[in-house]
């Protein structure tokens, strides 16, 4: 069983919105960190958005607030990134991450998580 499966991916416009799926275990999704990162081409892997599957607690870049909303299911073990008002520089290998713990360097750093997805594409086009 893969640990974490995300889903939803795909090419749009810009202005446009994606919705992106990360389905993990029970055991794996409960009271956890779960984050959602991007990737672009030569460029840096970068959080966008993250949650405590416990409480909601909810963590955004601020290149993406206002824009990116992220949220759970907890009866489907599942976060949810719905983006909107996509632009190009949007565009990147999304991944979804998880840790049942959270060091100093918060939710957004990658380094903070130890099991990833296998990722999906997001492409916006202007």
């Known amino acids: 069983q893969v640990p974490l499966v ?3 991916g795909g090419s749009v416009q810009a202005g446009g919105s994606l919705r992106l799926s990360c389905s993990a275990s ?3 999704y ?3 960190f779960m984050g959602w990162f991007r990737q672009a081409p030569g460029k840096e892997r970068e959080g966008v958005a993250a949650i405590y599957t416990g409480g ?3 963590h955004y870049d601020d290149s993406v607030r206002g824009r990116f909303t992220i949220s759970r299911d907890n009866a489907k073990n599942t ?3 719905q983006m909107n008002s996509l632009k190009p520089e949007d565009t990147g290998m999304y991944y979804c991450a998880h840790s049942f713990s959270m060091g100093r360097g918060g939710p957004l750093k990658p380094y903070e998580y130890n099991l990833w997805g296998q990722g999906t594409q997001v492409t916006v086009s202007s």
């Open 6 to 8: 995300e889903s939803g």
């Open 26 to 28: 029970r055991e794996t």
């Open 30 to 32: 409960a009271s956890s």
């Open 56 to 58: 909601g607690n909810t």
């Open 79 to 81: 976060v949810y990134l």
